[in-house]
């Protein structure tokens, strides 16, 4: 009896992981576009819908709609890194003259751009950045340092150039929480009356952020600002603040100006958050792969700025979620 | 605090004779009261190195946040009991955060439905765990582990992968409000642990959670129905962590389809570190509190020492083992 429960069991672990990965073997049969004299881009997105990325999608179609005789191919890998690579070994059968690739994951990314090169079709990696990464054609994105610079800067233009900082961490060995709080760190160190009196790690998340702020606050130690390195953590530190009736002592700061966070940015809760263009990522990716396809000469890194977002022009950006 | 049975049984696996000498009785004490002192060396600890630990608030404020994992832990004690494991719940918190959530904006339901669908959906996600570990036949660890990833999917599916806020205060009031100054959600945590604690001592499911974890097959031939009691216990974990998602929904103001990430771990953690025994049969609801008041000293107190973020987990993890070693030494030596 145990016996054949443990084959029936077998069997339908087997089946659950053959449907599983039957889906990956999908062929995605994007249609050539190969007319003589006519640029083809192939886009290989991870995910249509994703709501940043999607703004992303839209700073490149509105670039594409300028260009004479360029075509783009987008294909959505739904998430799934093979399913990405498939898609771009089509590209690569299809001989489309430049590759653009969000990639899905970092672990995968560089297989895909190992086979762009083979194919000696130019390969331009937009938004994630990877070990290795200098071998695609280009990169382009934001450089992460330069988001928790901006952020800092901003807060320290609000205190005055002093006071005591207490930053949260995402989670720690995250590329984007090294960089970020390294830029708060590059910023405090230009003003000799801002130390980093806490350091703690919420883990991205809103409710360890609150926890996390809870004890800072029971420890006694006088706070001016607390820089988060993203916006559900500085929206976990609003609301412990809150509820101590302390949030108008001290400055809340965010990162990623997620439609959660705009709210706060109006209400005057969170004072600074920093937006990541993805418009302009989007159409900067585009522009370097079209001058590659050309066979003209393109950077190897090309970065777009940041956007600082506060509650001057806070109802610009709740534009852009709606 | 330790039930008749368990302690039985205990004894039994240690065979041991029933006549008890002083050297004896002073292990039993260890054994009994080991966790407890550990905490409270560690509370005493945590009050030279700073002053502001030992306070009223701050000590709310620790058994506050404990909370919604202690619920939690309190569940996976008694799957632990029966040699089984729960991986499911911090999935299962963020499922029924952002379905309450959804059901809990001003002006909609009243309160009681957003609360009343979350218990629903956790009980309904520990039931077909329960039915499919009894009746399949297939190990909890496996089961359990479809379930962290399903529940987890279904929570991005129905959210759409966004936060879910906008919710009324009286649904609020759950995670952030007080009675006579203690927060609710100490309230409701000191509840479930009398509820739970009288369910595994006081009555035939709780000898038969001990029996069942001590020697199922024995068990099955003293006439247990087994399955039946499998499937309670997993529902009740389900319904634990149901009850624990629309407390942290209601916490953080907002359904989210990330939340309770690695709660699961946590729990058994507490669980572990109370002295419930992974092989089954031996754990206590109060072991397991103690356990989850453990884990809270620790983050709190070196949050308040700021203790660099590194250092914390490398700590955690040193006091975790340290605490369980401590604990295990008592049961080679009695």
Same mark, same amino acid.
């Given at each position: ?79 799934? @890194? ?145 820089? @988060? ?27 990623? @100006? ?34 590659? @396809? ?29 | ?334």
């Amino acid at each position: 009896m145990k016996g054949r429960m443990k084959w029936i069991s077998l069997v339908v672990l087997l089946f659950s992981f053959s449907l599983l990965f039957g889906c990956n073997k999908q062929q995605e049969t994007a249609q050539s576009g190969d007319k003589p004299g006519k640029i083809v881009i192939g886009a290989a997105l991870p995910d249509f819908d994703d709501k940043w990325l999607s703004y992303l999608q839209d700073g490149m179609k509105e670039y594409a709609k300028t260009q004479k005789d360029v075509e783009v191919i987008y294909v959505d890998a739904m998430n799934d @890194a093979n399913k990405q690579l498939s898609q771009v070994e089509n590209f690569i059968q299809q001989k489309v003259d430049a590759i653009v690739i969000i990639p899905v994951d970092t672990v995968s990314a560089p297989q895909m751009v190992e086979k762009a090169n083979q194919a000696n079709i130019p390969i331009v990696v937009v938004n994630r950045i990877f070990d290795g990464v200098d071998k695609a054609t280009a990169y382009v994105g934001s450089e992460s340092i330069k988001s928790g610079i901006m952020q800092m800067e901003e807060v320290a233009k609000m205190l005055g150039g002093k006071g005591n900082i207490a930053i949260m961490n995402g989670q720690m060995g995250h590329e984007a929480q090294i960089k970020r709080t390294e830029g708060n760190k590059q910023v405090i160190k230009k003003y000799p009356g801002m130390k980093v009196v806490l350091e703690g790690t919420a883990e991205w998340d809103r409710a360890k952020g609150m926890s996390l702020m809870e004890n800072w606050l029971q420890s006694g130690k006088k706070i001016d600002a607390v820089v @988060a390195n993203n916006d559900e953590m500085a929206i976990g530190a609003i609301m412990a603040l809150e509820a101590a009736g302390k949030l108008n002592d001290v400055i809340v700061a965010g990162i990623d @100006a997620t439609p959660d966070a705009l709210e706060y940015v109006k209400q005057g809760k969170l004072k600074v958050t920093v937006f990541q263009n993805a418009k302009g990522q989007g159409q900067g990716g585009l522009e370097v792969a079209i001058k590659a @396809a050309k066979g003209e000469k393109v950077e190897k890194f090309n970065w777009i700025p940041y956007e600082l977002v506060t509650k001057d022009n806070v109802d610009e950006y709740i534009k852009k979620w709606q | 605090m330790e039930s008749q049975v368990s302690v039985t049984n205990k004894r039994e696996k240690a065979g041991v004779s029933s006549t008890a000498t002083s050297k004896d009785k002073l292990y039993r004490f260890f054994d009994r009261y080991g966790m407890l002192m550990i905490l409270i060396g560690l509370v005493i600890l945590m009050s030279i190195l700073s002053p502001t630990f030992f306070t009223t608030g701050n000590l709310l404020n620790i058994v506050r946040q404990m909370s919604v994992v202690g619920i939690v832990a309190i569940g996976v004690t008694i799957v632990i009991i029966t040699t089984g494991i729960d991986l499911s719940s911090g999935s299962v918190i963020a499922l029924v955060s952002v379905v309450a959530a959804s059901f809990a904006h001003p002006d909609t339901y009243p309160v009681i439905v957003p609360i009343l669908i979350g218990l629903g959906l956790g009980l309904l996600t520990g039931v077909i765990n329960g039915t499919i570990i009894s009746k399949a036949n297939i190990a909890p660890f496996i089961v359990t582990l479809g379930m962290m990833t399903a529940a987890r999917g279904a929570a991005l599916l129905f959210s759409d992968g966004r936060p879910i806020g906008n919710l009324s205060p009286s649904f609020l009031w759950i995670g952030q409000g007080d009675v006579l100054g203690i927060p609710v959600p100490i309230l409701i945590f000191a509840l479930v642990g009398v509820i739970s604690y009288i369910l595994l001592n006081k009555t035939k499911f709780g000898k038969y959670v001990y029996a069942i974890g001590g020697n199922e097959q024995a068990a099955v031939i003293a006439g247990v129905n087994v399955d039946k009691y499998k499937i309670f216990v997993y529902g009740y974990a389900g319904l634990l962590s149901g009850l624990a998602g629309v407390i942290l929904t209601s916490r953080i103001s907002s359904g989210q389809p990330t939340a309770g990430m690695m709660y699961e771990l946590d729990a058994i953690a507490a669980a572990v570190i109370g002295g419930t025994s992974l092989a089954g049969g031996i754990g206590t609801i109060g072991g397991t509190i103690v356990g989850a008041l453990i884990i809270g000293v620790m983050n709190n107190g070196l949050d308040l020492l700021n203790v660099s973020p590194y250092w914390q987990q490398i700590l955690k993890g040193v006091i975790i083992t340290v605490a369980v070693f401590i604990d295990s030494r008592k049961n080679r030596k009695s």
